[in-house]
Nanobody
Framework: QVQLVESGGGLVQAGGSLRLSCAAS????????MGWFRQALGKEREFVAA????????YYADSVKGRFTISRDNAKNTVYLQMSSLKPEDTAVYYC?????????????????WGQGTQVTVSS
């Protein structure tokens, strides 16, 4: 069982930056691939970024490539999402998730555990 708690969301102006954190419980965090997803009001949840359990590989949605960076610190049981050059269309609830049995994963159905989400609002 893995429990995930996101933090770091908030209100930021367009062009600004935020760093989201996701703290995980459990001693097996380093064996899980981790990902970030987001859901804007009235829209389906979508993939944002993923990182392998080792941290050696990352994958991004085209919409955030070059602006967002996912990273992890297995010693701290934490995964991060550094967001820069934020746009109003990045406004959403951001969720972190953990996928067991995968080196890296981009599909929602691969993820076993989800956090409660943190709101990111980008004003124009």
């Amino acid at each position: 069982q893995v429990q995930l708690v996101e933090s770091g969301g908030g209100l930021v102006q367009a062009g600004g930056s935020l760093r989201l954190s996701c703290a995980a419980s459990g001693r097996t965090f380093s064996t899980y691939a981790m990902g970030w997803f987001r859901q804007a009001l009235g829209k389906e949840r979508e993939f944002v970024a993923a990182i392998s359990w080792s941290g050696g590989n990352t994958y991004y949605a085209d919409s955030v490539k070059g602006r967002f960076t996912i990273s992890r610190d297995n010693a701290k049981n934490t995964v991060y999402l550094q967001m820069s050059s934020l746009k109003p269309e990045d406004t959403a609830v951001y969720y972190c998730a953990a996928a067991g049995g995968h080196y890296i994963a981009t599909a929602e159905y691969d993820y076993d555990y989800w956090g409660q989400g943190t709101q990111v609002t980008v004003s124009s």
